[in-house]
């Protein structure tokens, strides 16, 4: 905790190795809390995400409330979609969540956002139209006044960008999906988003972010575009195989 919140990798590397070797001596009680702290701080800090993935399920298949090891899952299956691209074994997961082993409100709201995020990953656009079309949104996006805002928040994203701010970016990025969750389709958020992964040097994130971009918007005249930032984050990579 001390090392998270110093922001010290060194640190928190050496915290999370440590805590893993002590797990096996905690009480069976705290065991999925701890493997749910250690990976999302893993997953987050570090981005040490095969990691961050053999945490989460330790913290699944081992001992602990029902609701804690549900809400691993949960977080297991964005990383999966989201960075591993196993978007399939996460829709298994998401689909296998009982609704009242999530905490209200949030919790399943994120679940269906991640169902959504996975359909389209694998493809499925309509569905993933149906689903994020389906999600709660706290404005429509044809409110004037939103859209006037929206284009001002994406003014900011794009300076923060320019800055180097990523996290700035990826935060303001969050708050306008998390607000309205059509927009995690929509090519203009997606695009720096992307720019934001490619920046942070997180270049297998950009890659899948750019896939499932590209199989929601097939039409979009910003293809072009999405396909240089996407061969750049394939050599980021080391990837030149999935470049061409």
């Not at 053999?54 to 691993?72: L, M």
């Not at 990383?79 to 196993?86: E, Q, S």
């Not at 569905?127 to 929206?150: S, W």
């Amino acid at each position: 905790t001390y090392a998270a919140a110093l922001q010290d990798k060194d640190l928190l590397a050496a915290a999370a190795a440590k805590a893993e070797l002590l797990s096996r001596q905690i009480p069976s009680a705290d065991h999925a809390q701890l493997f749910l702290t250690l990976g999302l701080q893993l997953q987050s800090q570090l981005k040490a995400y095969n990691h961050a993935d053999r945490a989460f399920r330790d913290g699944i298949g081992g001992p602990g409330e029902e609701k804690t090891r549900a809400r691993i899952a949960l977080h297991r299956a964005g990383l999966l979609i989201h960075v591993l691209g196993k978007p399939q074994e996460a829709m298994g997961m998401l689909q296998n969540l009982k609704p009242e082993d999530l905490d209200p409100p949030n919790e399943p709201v994120l679940r269906n956002i991640y169902l959504a995020d996975a359909c389209a990953s694998l493809g499925q656009r309509d569905d993933a139209i149906r689903r994020y079309e389906g999600l709660r949104t706290v404005v429509p996006l044809t409110d004037r006044v939103y859209a006037a805002g929206r284009r001002g928040r994406l003014l900011s994203v794009g300076s923060y960008i320019k800055r180097g701010d990523y996290e700035a970016a990826l935060n303001e990025l969050a708050n306008i999906e998390w607000e309205t969750p059509q927009e995690r389709m929509a090519d203009d958020t997606g695009v720096l988003r992307a720019q934001c992964y490619i920046g942070e040097k997180d270049c297998q994130r950009a890659v899948l972010t750019l896939d499932r971009l590209m199989k929601m918007n097939p039409g979009s005249p910003r293809v072009p575009e999405m396909m240089l930032l996407y061969i750049k984050a394939c050599h980021g990579m080391n990837r030149n195989d999935l470049a061409d």
